[in-house]
């Protein structure tokens, strides 16, 4: 697939703030259908998958734009540093987020959120040899809880679809497929 099926002839900035920009592309096809694009730009961010033999931990909290708690692997960005190294960011989280640092670090891969509206992607991490420290949760992780099970129990919470994180799913499916899990 080439980068000239779609031509961008314009791009403004709808909006922008700390965490994204949003702008309306102009496009033209190789057909010269036009049409607007309207993409989301967020930093690239990482997911954590912390494992302990046969323990994996959570971290739960409140999600607003679905109004519930949700669990989900330890994950974020640094926005006031997007070009951060993914290894250093996924470290930073982890401690950020369970308070345990990791002697042991395999990459996963890098996945696409939502590339049709969305240009950001995510840095997968399996972390073994866990430390517990102390966590340092942002303002916006308030009410954040690290949880603990069995990967069994982690499964069948996927497949009743009490985890609803696409990104907890995909991250754990990928690695399970690398036989990193």
Same mark, same amino acid.
């Given at each position: 697939m080439s980068s000239s099926e779609i031509k961008t002839t314009h791009s403004k900035v709808v909006y922008q703030n700390r965490w994204l920009t949003l702008r309306e592309d102009g496009i033209e096809r190789d057909s010269g259908a036009t049409g607007i694009y309207t993409v989301v730009d967020k930093p690239d961010f990482v997911v954590v998958i912390p494992l302990d033999g046969e +323990?994996?931990? !959570?971290v739960e909290q409140f999600r607003y734009p679905v109004g519930e708690r949700q669990m989900e692997f330890p994950q974020g960005a640094w926005e006031d540093n997007p070009d951060a190294d993914p !290894? /250093? !960011?996924?470290? %930073? /989280? !982890?401690? /950020? /987020? +369970?308070?345990?640092l990791a002697s042991e670090w395999h990459y996963v891969g890098f996945q696409y959120l939502a590339y049709g509206f969305c240009k950001q992607g995510y840095h997968i991490y399996v972390a073994k040899g866990l430390t517990m420290t102390q966590t340092s949760l942002e303002p916006e992780e308030e009410g954040l809880v690290t949880k603990s099970m069995p990967l069994a129990d982690f499964e069948n $919470?996927? $497949?009743? %679809?009490?985890?609803k994180d696409a990104t907890t799913c995909n991250a754990f499916g990928l690695a399970r497929l690398k036989k990193l899990i």
């Amino acid at each position: 697939m080439s980068s000239s099926e779609i031509k961008t002839t314009h791009s403004k900035v709808v909006y922008q703030n700390r965490w994204l920009t949003l702008r309306e592309d102009g496009i033209e096809r190789d057909s010269g259908a036009t049409g607007i694009y309207t993409v989301v730009d967020k930093p690239d961010f990482v997911v954590v998958i912390p494992l302990d033999g046969e +323990t994996v931990y !959570l971290v739960e909290q409140f999600r607003y734009p679905v109004g519930e708690r949700q669990m989900e692997f330890p994950q974020g960005a640094w926005e006031d540093n997007p070009d951060a190294d993914p !290894l /250093e !960011l996924a470290k %930073g /989280e !982890l401690q /950020e /987020e +369970t308070g345990f640092l990791a002697s042991e670090w395999h990459y996963v891969g890098f996945q696409y959120l939502a590339y049709g509206f969305c240009k950001q992607g995510y840095h997968i991490y399996v972390a073994k040899g866990l430390t517990m420290t102390q966590t340092s949760l942002e303002p916006e992780e308030e009410g954040l809880v690290t949880k603990s099970m069995p990967l069994a129990d982690f499964e069948n $919470l996927i $497949l009743s %679809g009490d985890i609803k994180d696409a990104t907890t799913c995909n991250a754990f499916g990928l690695a399970r497929l690398k036989k990193l899990i």
